[in-house]
């Protein structure tokens, strides 16, 4: 196998290396069945036993709360943005959007099309640097839930503590951190992620939420659409995507072997100070985006003096083997993305190579 790349893509992203060699130790054949996992009925008892693992697995990692149950849906976090509000904003509710950045407020541009909301609370004045604290965020009595995105991917911004809502149902959009660290999902009505981040490969979901949420009949809205439809059938309602699901297992398992979600923490915490140390000890060379105490884990924003020494730490950057380094097209500047798959080594290795760059440009 050739040299991996230091992978620091937004998403989809970097795999755990142990996870693609045993995926594709049975690829070809699974488990002596003939067949790749790929291949097989949906409706077997060999795929059903890989799709309720994972599910199984996704609970364990969380404690095994009481009253909660997990989904493997399609369609992406997009779709969610639009089946929430379908499932569960009721005639003569509102529902409240935390607005934190892109990610934010494209579920609450979805949530709108669909029924009453209101803006929770809104870092647009800082320019979404930060994410507010729990004394900004209004919570209405007459809320079906507040929504909020934990990690905005593409402004590099994470709650350090998720605000309290009370008796309305907090949910919380987990795509880019979901597992980065020790999670207390008894806070949440619901949280959902697309996996393709920190739990393997695009095309799955996962909604993890309370019971009484997901069982809830929308019968006005699309059978496909309605929570209550995949609870009910285990989420094998329609064909799910079987050798997603079973990446994902694969994944979870990972996490299970790094010392569950105190072991991820621990690496990512290393890898975020390593890389921040670096940006906050360049003298100004290297500037983070988001305030201190909103900084993320996951995704690390940081300008340059200008936005031409900028292109030229991506062109640069990219030539030596870093791969994903450009900040989204909608803020600019660069954006390491270091989630949990990403090597220490990889990190260590952007170090060098940013004070390198800052010594031949500074
Ligand atoms: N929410 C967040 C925080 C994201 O980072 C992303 C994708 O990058 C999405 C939602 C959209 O996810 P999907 O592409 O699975 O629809």
């Given at each position: 196998m050739g040299k991996r790349a230091y992978n620091f893509n937004a998403g989809p992203a970097a795999l755990p290396l142990e996870v693609l060699e045993r995926a594709q130790a049975e690829f070809v054949e699974f488990q002596g069945t003939g067949m790749s996992i790929m291949e097989?009925?949906?409706?077997g008892a060999v795929y059903e036993s890989v799709h309720n693992e994972a599910q199984e697995r996704l609970l364990k990692l969380l404690g095994?709360?009481?009253g909660y149950k997990t989904l493997f849906l399609q369609g992406g976090a997009s779709t969610q943005f639009a089946t929430i509000p379908m499932n569960?904003?009721?005639?003569g509710k509102t529902a409240g959007y935390v607005m934190t950045g892109s990610w934010a407020s494209k579920a609450a541009k979805e949530a709108k099309l669909i029924g009453d909301i209101y803006?929770?609370?809104?870092?647009e004045g800082d320019k979404f640097t930060r994410m507010p604290s729990q004394s900004e965020i209004e919570v209405r009595e007459n809320a079906a839930y507040v929504h909020i995105t934990s990690n905005e991917t593409i402004e590099g911004t994470q709650f350090a503590e998720y605000p309290d809502t009370g008796s309305v149902p907090l949910i919380a959009d987990?795509?880019?951190?979901?597992?980065?660290r020790p999670l207390d999902?008894?806070?949440?009505g619901m949280i959902y992620a697309?996996?393709?981040?920190?739990?393997?490969?695009?095309?799955v979901t996962v909604v993890i939420a309370k019971e009484e949420l997901l069982a809830r009949?929308?019968?006005?809205?699309?059978t496909v659409f309605r929570y209550s439809t995949h609870l009910s059938n285990n989420s094998?309602?329609?064909?799910?995507p079987s050798f997603s699901i079973y990446m994902v297992n694969q994944t979870l398992r990972w996490i299970e072997e790094q010392g569950g979600l105190e072991g991820v923490q621990e690496k990512n915490n290393a890898k975020a100070k390593l890389l921040y140390d670096a940006i906050d000890g360049s003298g100004g060379f290297y500037s983070g985006v988001a305030q201190t105490d909103s900084r993320s884990i996951m995704n690390v924003t940081f300008r340059l003096g200008s936005e031409e020494l900028e292109k030229a730490f991506a062109k640069e950057s990219e030539q030596q083997g870093?791969?994903?380094?450009?900040?989204?097209r909608s803020v600019g500047g660069l954006r390491a993305?270091?989630?949990?798959?990403?090597?220490h080594a990889s990190v260590a290795a952007l170090v060098d190579f940013m004070s390198d760059f800052q010594k031949r440009n500074g």
């Open positions: 097989m009925s949906h409706r095994n709360p009481s569960l904003l009721t005639a803006t929770a609370a809104s870092a987990l795509s880019s951190d979901i597992f980065c999902i008894e806070k949440f697309g996996a393709q981040k920190n739990l393997g490969p695009s095309g009949e929308a019968k006005n809205i699309p094998l309602y329609n064909t799910p870093f791969v994903g380094l450009k900040g989204h993305s270091i989630y949990n798959a990403v090597p």
